[in-house]
């Protein structure tokens, strides 16, 4: 399919601001597949491919931390790197109302509303990074740098 034909507000805010990104699709079978199983069938290395995770801290404030598919939050360090006592995963179940994504095809990009966005120190070290594009079983590329200006974000180390 050519991204052509298919958009989501993931990509319709990046072409808004003029941000080239390639766009890869990959076939799922069941309601729910994993970041390095997503990384496998676009044939891309899953240090390259990140997935967006959403954690809402003792202020009741919500923050987007962006990490490698195959790694964890360590949840201090980003409760450290948002200024708060302490952060915690968003229930699966508040995840459409909180980003107006599902789980599997949240995006940083383009979500409900605006949240203070962190992505993973490790995404420097890549030409180009690749997210969700908001929908399960479509990818976006992009360059980090670009992703960080656009979500107004930093690169932090988040990973345990």
């Known amino acids: 399919m050519s991204k052509k034909n298919i958009k989501t507000n993931a990509m319709r805010l990046l072409e808004s601001e003029n941000i080239d990104y390639n766009f890869y699709t990959y076939s799922v079978e069941k309601e729910h597949v994993d970041g390095v199983t997503a990384a496998k069938a676009i044939g891309k290395d899953p240090k390259s491919v990140f997935k967006t995770l ?66 993973d120190k490790s995404a420097k070290d890549q030409d180009k990074i690749i997210v969700s594009a908001g929908k399960i079983g479509y990818q976006i590329e992009l360059s980090a740098e670009k992703l960080i200006k656009i979500l107004d974000a930093s690169f932090e180390e988040l990973t345990i």
Do not use: W
């Open 54 to 119: 959403v954690t809402q801290a003792n202020s009741k404030e919500y923050y987007v931390f962006v990490i490698p598919v195959g790694e964890n939050l360590d949840l201090k360090k980003a409760a450290k790197v948002s200024k708060e006592k302490k952060v915690e995963m968003i229930h699966v179940k508040d995840i459409t109302k909180v980003t107006g994504y599902i789980r599997g095809g949240c995006s940083p990009l383009a979500m409900k509303k605006v949240y203070k966005t962190f992505i």
